[in-house]
């Protein structure tokens, strides 16, 4: 039993991957890598990759893969990630991936499993308009939703496969109450001897 843990969770825009990512990472004591909190954090303080990728995050683009993936591994490095991460929001296409691939096995590691939160487009949509409603974010416009989905469907879903050949995905139910989907996640890891500390 371990409670370090590298881990990716996966799942459309919509599916509560942000507030579960949150609970796993703080049960194994390991930091979450939100790529979209770093570049929203960039933004709000107005850097230079703040202004490059602005209005890439309002029209619910990606923003270009090798600046995505300079910027992960420079956070991986930080000595908080040394023992376990959980990514959130990377990879999110196969360029992605592979980008990750070269950079982990670089220093000897692997991911141990990708969480994959399954929640129906309609459900996810409905959640997102919501959540445009409570909090106001500036992509969380209908076109901009449209089109990250879109962009879930197409580049996104395709690296589940990669990993599942890996044979590391944990396919969860993302509908039911937050308790009930915090426990499908801990019995899903806990199967792979992957125990929480707390
Ligand atoms: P998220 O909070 O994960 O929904 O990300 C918000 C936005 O940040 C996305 O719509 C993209 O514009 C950008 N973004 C986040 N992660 C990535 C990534 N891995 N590759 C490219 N763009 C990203």
Same mark, same amino acid.
């Given at each position: 039993?371990?409670?370090?843990?590298?881990?990716?969770?996966?799942?459309?825009?919509?599916?509560? $991957?942000?507030?579960?990512?949150?609970?796993?990472?703080?049960? /194994?004591?390991?930091?979450?890598?939100?790529?979209?909190?770093? /570049?929203?954090?960039?933004? $709000?303080?107005?850097?230079?990759?703040?202004?490059?990728?602005?209005?890439?995050?309002?029209?619910?683009?990606?923003?270009?893969?090798?600046?995505?993936?300079?910027?992960?591994?420079?956070?991986?490095? @930080?000595?908080?990630?040394? @023992?376990? /991460?959980?990514?959130?929001?990377?990879?999110?296409?196969? %360029?992605?991936?592979?980008?990750?691939?070269? /950079?982990?096995?670089?220093?000897?590691?692997?991911?141990? %499993?990708?969480?994959?939160?399954?929640?129906?487009?309609?459900?996810?949509?409905?959640?997102?308009?919501?959540?445009?409603?409570?909090?106001?974010?500036?992509?969380?416009?209908?076109?901009?939703?449209? $089109?990250?989905?879109?962009?879930?469907?197409?580049? #996104?879903?395709?690296?589940?496969?990669?990993?599942?050949?890996?044979?590391?995905?944990?396919?969860?139910?993302?509908?039911?109450?937050?308790?009930?989907? #915090?426990?499908?996640? %801990? %019995?899903?890891?806990?199967?792979?001897?992957?125990?929480?500390?707390?």
């Amino acid at each position: 039993m371990t409670s370090s843990a590298r881990l990716l969770i996966v799942g459309p825009q919509g599916s509560g $991957k942000g507030t579960q990512g949150v609970l796993v990472a703080e049960g /194994f004591g390991i930091p979450v890598v939100s790529t979209g909190d770093i /570049f929203r954090a960039n933004i $709000k303080e107005g850097t230079e990759l703040g202004q490059q990728v602005t209005a890439i995050l309002d029209a619910g683009d990606l923003v270009p893969d090798e600046l995505t993936s300079a910027i992960v591994r420079d956070r991986l490095t @930080h000595e908080d990630a040394a @023992h376990g /991460f959980l990514l959130d929001g990377y990879p999110r296409n196969t %360029a992605q991936v592979a980008q990750l691939d070269e /950079f982990l096995t670089g220093r000897g590691e692997a991911l141990d %499993a990708v969480i994959l939160l399954d929640v129906p487009r309609e459900e996810s949509l409905e959640r997102l308009r919501l959540r445009a409603i409570e909090q106001g974010r500036s992509d969380d416009t209908d076109e901009a939703i449209a $089109k990250r989905l879109d962009i879930y469907e197409q580049e #996104t879903a395709p690296i589940i496969s990669v990993y599942a050949e890996r044979g590391i995905v944990d396919r969860i139910d993302g509908v039911g109450s937050l308790d009930e989907i #915090t426990e499908r996640i %801990a %019995a899903a890891l806990a199967v792979r001897g992957l125990a929480q500390r707390v």
